[in-house]
Nanobody, 119 residues
Framework: AHLVETGGGMVQPGGSLRLSCLTS????????MTWVRQAPGKGPEWVSV???????SYADSVKDRFTISRDNFKNTAYLQIDNLRPEDTGLYYC??????????????RGPGTQVTVSG
């Protein structure tokens, strides 16, 4: 099983990014998917989760600005990030499974994609 995130970059405050989590090697539609971020020098922060049936949950800090989605035909989960703020800077990664908090260290996850909000 494999996960890889793409779509990060450097953007100005107020900008938008769409992160993708492309998966392979397992039945994507049978799993929930979780997004986590880690700011420089800080611990990981749970961001959002989407269930197998599309149910969604968000951290209060990102609610109304982040949108999680999935495409089971493309085996991909997405995180649309709007109205970016400097405090959104960090490494964003996806993990397989339903987590309402930071996943355990042994959870299957990708290497992450860097989001930097500056300007």
């Amino acid at each position: 099983a494999h996960l890889v995130e793409t779509g990060g970059g450097m953007v100005q405050p107020g900008g938008s990014l769409r992160l993708s989590c492309l998966t392979s090697g397992f039945s994507f539609g049978s799993y929930s998917m979780t997004w986590v971020r880690q700011a420089p020098g800080k611990g990981p922060e749970w961001v959002s989760v989407i269930g197998r049936n599309g149910e969604k949950s968000y951290a209060d800090s990102v609610k109304d600005r982040f949108t999680i989605s999935r495409d089971n035909f493309k085996n991909t989960a997405y995180l649309q990030i709007d109205n970016l703020r400097p405090e959104d800077t960090g490494l964003y990664y996806c993990a397989r499974g339903y987590y309402a908090r930071v996943p355990p260290s042994n959870a299957l996850r990708g290497p992450g994609t860097q989001v930097t909000v500056s300007g």
